[in-house]
């Protein structure tokens, strides 16, 4: 992996990335020394050079199981609960299909919403099906996830019989307590430990993520040593200029001083889409706080240059992007000649698809910069296991550093239990009565 600043550089003071470094120095230390706020969530700092190849053949074994016994296989869980494992598989897969589906089970998933169409699908979709679950959830109370897993666990109890189910549904969650925890123990579900000190949104490298990647076939090991590769590239001993995590914390702390509030996260290949989701959610929930922090949006070019294009090349000057750059693709295919030529292509005839795309990125680019928007560029090789490795970890660990210069917490999230507040009153959920009576006197 390669990150670019140059494009940005242009947009700040000379000096001013050279001037985070003290800062970022500091940050580093403190997440490796654990002296930072939110120092009981740093278990994902050396997750992946900590993982043993017994664990991961343990989490394979696993997946052989499921594999071995569905059709398909759901994902219950909400926010990093299933915003990484649906990062890696869709980066990883067939766009039309995910790999053959005689071979491997369907990973979908659920819990993540509470629309009642969807779920109402869903169920239809498996019915007659041979289907598993995996019920991610440290409390087994999470409103979104719990109602998805009492509808799945009864169908699968209902279509397959309850020693299949105990089967083929797997728990991740608390180690020791909580509904999900009580569910599995009673039932005798397979299990793995969501740890203590990983917060969800770092839980990709957990079993959390690792377990559905290793249903869908993928190879987990490679994954790991792309993330350790990283995390020794990243090190506290990694001097600041030569330490990707620490310039791209260092850049983007610069523009946001500089007036740029907004990042807005490109790729190129629509397999990155939910690679942009997982980040979304990274950054938002770990820097938005305190009345502070980087908004980050994203987009997926070159389809969204016919509709958000305008608005980045011409809009208000508070944004700045980082593109995700992928140097070789899996597939080869060229433009066919047309005699009539009637579209006007023929100047493209013989040329691989991916070079057209290629130098419609590097022409956004330059079209962006010269209106005014600063461009990060983050390389990677190609869209394989070992890559996307590096990538979760790189943007995991620069996380946590530009969350520390920004001086907030960027382990917590407390403004994300207030719309759970307003649900738990709206529904007159007990032990919620004055909160119900107020919000609804607010409403009359």
């Not at 897969?93 to 979908?108: A, E, H, M």
């Not at 907004?262 to 706080?289: A, C, D, R, T």
């Not at 660990?397 to 719309?419: H, I, M, R, T, W």
Request: net charge negative; charged share 25%.
């Amino acid at each position: 992996m390669k990150l670019d600043i140059t494009k940005a550089l242009q947009f700040v003071d000379a000096n001013a990335v050279q001037a985070f470094e003290p800062a970022v120095n500091d940050a580093n230390k403190a997440l490796e020394e654990g002296t930072c706020p939110g120092n009981d969530f740093l278990g994902w700092m050396h997750l992946p050079s900590q993982i043993t190849e017994e664990f991961l053949d343990e989490i394979n074994a696993c997946a052989a199981v499921l594999r071995d016994n569905c059709e398909a296989v759901v994902v219950a869980g909400i926010g990093g609960s299933y915003l990484g494992a649906r990062a890696v598989l869709e980066a990883l897969g067939d766009t039309f299909g995910w790999l053959k589906p005689s071979d491997y089970p369907r990973i979908l998933f659920a819990g993540n919403n509470i629309s009642e169409d969807y779920l109402a699908e869903l169920i239809d979709y498996l019915k007659g099906k041979k289907f598993g679950v995996i019920n991610i959830s440290k409390s087994g109370t999470t409103t979104e996830t719990a109602i998805t897993f009492r509808l799945l666990k009864k169908l699968c109890e209902d279509e397959r019989g309850k020693e299949m189910a105990k089967k083929v549904i797997v728990a991740i969650t608390d180690a020791k307590k909580g509904a999900a925890r009580t569910t599995a123990d009673k039932e005798g579900y397979k299990s793995f430990i969501i740890p203590d000190n990983v917060g969800g949104r770092f839980s990709v490298l957990t079993p959390v993520g690792l377990l559905p990647i290793a249903c869908a076939g993928y190879d987990i090991k490679a994954l790991v040593k792309g993330a350790k590769d990283m995390e020794e590239a990243t090190g506290l001993n990694i001097p600041f200029a030569d330490n990707p995590c620490s310039q791209y914390a260092a850049i983007r702390n610069a523009l946001y001083n500089a007036g740029k509030k907004i990042e807005i996260l490109v790729n190129f290949q629509p397999k990155l889409h939910y690679m942009n989701e997982w980040w979304k959610q990274l950054y938002g929930e770990s820097e938005g706080k305190d009345k502070k922090g980087i908004f980050p949006a994203a987009v997926d070019f070159s389809t969204d240059l016919h509709s958000m294009g305008q608005w980045i090349q011409d809009g208000e000057r508070t944004i700045f992007e980082t593109v995700i750059s992928v140097d070789n693709v899996n597939h080869t295919l060229a433009v066919p000649t047309d005699e009539e030529n009637l579209d006007g292509l023929n100047f493209l005839a013989g040329k691989r698809i991916d070079e057209v795309n290629k130098m419609a990125e590097l022409g956004t680019q330059i079209a962006h910069v010269d209106g005014g928007v600063p461009n990060i560029r983050i390389c990677i090789d190609k869209l394989d296991e070992y890559n996307i490795g590096q990538l979760i970890y790189f943007f995991e660990k620069a996380c946590g550093v530009s969350g520390l210069v920004l001086k907030v917490n960027p382990f917590n999230q407390p403004g994300v239990e207030d719309y759970k507040r307003n649900m738990f009153a709206l529904l007159d959920k007990p032990g919620y009565e004055a909160e119900s009576k107020a919000i609804k006197a607010r409403l009359a």
